[in-house]
C-alpha cells in the first residue's frame, strides 16, 4: 500500500490519527480548565505513567482544549540539569504579553513588573534564566533569592491579572519528575496559596509513576492539591479503534487475526500500536491487514525500537546499571523484589542500592510499592535479553 498514506505516526508526542480511549478523561480535564477560569476550585492534573502510554500526546491535547476555549497557556519540559525558574519565566513572559495583547491593564504591568522582580532575585541564585524584559522590576517587592516566596509572588501577580480578564493560566510541564525535589516542592506551595485564593491559575503535567510519591515527599498536602490520573495501556476495544479506524478512513481493513496478533505484541501500549500498525500497512500489497502482515510488522518493528525508542536510553546506562536491567529482566516484567534482583546478581541489597536510585533517577525504573522495581519502559525487559547476554 501507498506508504505516503500510512496513517500511523509513531514519534515522541505525535497525536495519533485516532486518539482512542481517553474521553473521559479529557473531559474531565476540560471541566476542571473551565471551572478554574469561571472562579470556582478544581485540583490541578498530573498525568502519570509508564514510557509509551502517551502521556504527551494527552498533555499537548488538553493545552489545544484549553486553547481553544482561549485560555492562556505555558508549554513547558523539565529536562535533567534546568532549574525550575529557568523552565517557567519565559512561559510566564509570554503569557503575560498575550494578556497584555488582549487589554492593557495596570494589573497586566504589574505582572511583568513583578516578573521581572523573579528574574533579577532568582539570577543571584540560579545562573541558567535567559529572558529578556523591558520593565523594571517591581519596586514593592523585595530582592530575595527565596523560590518560595518569589514564585507565590508571581503566580498571584500573574493570577490577578488572568482573572481580572475573566481567563486563566495553564503551565503545562511535561516530564514533571526531572524536576529538583525542593524546587517540586516551591511550585507546589506557590499552586496551593493561588488555589487558596481563588486565582485562576494552575498546572497540568505528566510524570513518570514516581511522580505522585516525589510529590508528596516535597509537600504532604500534595495528594489534596492534585488529581493524578494513572494513563494505562488502552483496553482491547481501544486498542483495536486505533488501529482499524484510520487504516478504514482509506479503504483498508484488517483480519481479526492481525488485530489479535498486533495486541497480543504490544499489549496496548499506544506508542507501540502506532508503530506496529505503520509496519503492518508498509508490508501489506493491499487490503486487508493479515496476520502474515502482522507477524512480519513485528520484526521490523522491534528492529526499530532497538535501535532508537530503546537504545537511547541502553546508551546512558554504565556496566553496572546494565547488569542490574540484564538481572531484573531475568525475572521478568513485571515488579521484582530487591532482594530477587540481588540473587541473580549474586550480591546484597545494601550493596545495590546505589545502582537502583540512579536507575531511578534516570527514568528507567519506578517502585510501585516498597521493596519492589519495575521497569518504566515497556517491553525493555526482552529488550534487555536480546542485547545483554546473561552471565
Known amino acids: 500500500m501507498n506508504p505516503v498514506l500510512n496513517p500511523y505516526c509513531p514519534g515522541a508526542g505525535n497525536q495519533p490519527p485516532e486518539l482512542a480511549g481517553r474521553d473521559e478523561l479529557l473531559t474531565k480535564a476540560s471541566i476542571?480548565?473551565?471551572?478554574?477560569?469561571?472562579?470556582?476550585?478544581?485540583?490541578?492534573?498530573?498525568?502519570?505513567?509508564?514510557?509509551?502510554?502517551?502521556?504527551?500526546?494527552?498533555?499537548?491535547?488538553?493545552?489545544?482544549?484549553?486553547?481553544?476555549?482561549?485560555?492562556?497557556?505555558?508549554?513547558?519540559?523539565?529536562?535533567?540539569?534546568?532549574?525550575?525558574?529557568?523552565?517557567?519565566?519565559?512561559?510566564?513572559?509570554?503569557?503575560?504579553?498575550?494578556?497584555?495583547?488582549?487589554?492593557?491593564t495596570e494589573f497586566v504591568k504589574r505582572g511583568l513588573r513583578t516578573l521581572a522582580t523573579f528574574v533579577c532575585a532568582m539570577k543571584l541564585k540560579y545562573h541558567d534564566i535567559e529572558i529578556g524584559l523591558d520593565v523594571e522590576p517591581e519596586p514593592s517587592l523585595p530582592l530575595i533569592d527565596d523560590l518560595d516566596e518569589n514564585l507565590i509572588q508571581l503566580f498571584q501577580s500573574v493570577g490577578i491579572a488572568a482573572q481580572e480578564q475573566k481567563t486563566a493560566v495553564i503551565i503545562f510541564i511535561d516530564e514533571l519528575q526531572m524536576l529538583d525535589e525542593k524546587e517540586l516542592g516551591s511550585l507546589i506551595m506557590a499552586l496551593h496559596i493561588v488555589a487558596q485564593d481563588d486565582l485562576p491559575i494552575t498546572l497540568v503535567a505528566a510524570g513518570l509513576p514516581q511522580?505522585?510519591?516525589?510529590?508528596?515527599?516535597?509537600?504532604?498536602?500534595?495528594?489534596r492539591l492534585f488529581e493524578f490520573p494513572d494513563i494505562g495501556k488502552l483496553n482491547s476495544a481501544a486498542a483495536k479503534q486505533a488501529l482499524t479506524v484510520p487504516a478504514e478512513k482509506l479503504g483498508v481493513f484488517y483480519t481479526a487475526a492481525a488485530l489479535n496478533e498486533i495486541l497480543k505484541q504490544t499489549m496496548g501500549y499506544a506508542y507501540f500500536l502506532q508503530e506496529w500498525g505503520k509496519h503492518a500497512w508498509d508490508i501489506a500489497q493491499a487490503s486487508p491487514i493479515t496476520e502474515s502482515h502482522a507477524i512480519d510488522a513485528t520484526q521490523l518493528a522491534l528492529a526499530d525500537l532497538?535501535?532508537?525508542?530503546?537504545?537511547?536510553?541502553?546508551?546512558?546506562?554504565?556496566?553496572?546499571?546494565k547488569h542490574y536491567l540484564r538481572a531484573m529482566a531475568e525475572l521478568g516484567s513485571?515488579?521484582?523484589p530487591s532482594?530477587?534482583?540481588?540473587?541473580?546478581?549474586?550480591?546484597?541489597?545494601?550493596?545495590?542500592?546505589?545502582?537502583r536510585e540512579q536507575l531511578i533517577n534516570k527514568g528507567l525504573l519506578y517502585s510501585p510499592s516498597f521493596g519492589e522495581t519495575a521497569f518504566t519502559v515497556p517491553l525493555f525487559d526482552a529488550f534487555m535479553k536480546r542485547v545483554v547476554t546473561s552471565d
Do not use: C, W
Not at 490541578?44 to 482561549?70: C, F, M, P, Q, W
Not at 532482594?339 to 546505589?354: C, D, F, P, R, S
Open 211 to 223: 511522580i505522585a510519591a516525589k510529590m508528596g515527599k516535597a509537600k504532604t498536602y500534595a495528594e
Open 339 to 355: 532482594g530477587a534482583i540481588a540473587a541473580v546478581l549474586g550480591k546484597k541489597v545494601t550493596e545495590l542500592g546505589a545502582i
Open 306 to 321: 532497538d535501535a532508537n525508542f530503546f537504545r537511547v536510553r541502553f546508551e546512558q546506562l554504565t556496566v553496572m546499571q
Open 32 to 104: 476542571a480548565l473551565q471551572r478554574i477560569a469561571s472562579g470556582r476550585a478544581a485540583r490541578s492534573i498530573i498525568l502519570t505513567g509508564l514510557r509509551g502510554v502517551g502521556k504527551t500526546v494527552l498533555l499537548n491535547r488538553i493545552r489545544k482544549d484549553a486553547e481553544a476555549l482561549h485560555l492562556i497557556t505555558v508549554r513547558t519540559e523539565a529536562p535533567d540539569g534546568r532549574s525550575l525558574p529557568s523552565l517557567l519565566a519565559p512561559g510566564l513572559k509570554l503569557a503575560l504579553m498575550k494578556l497584555n495583547q488582549r487589554k492593557t
Open 334 to 336: 513485571n515488579p521484582q
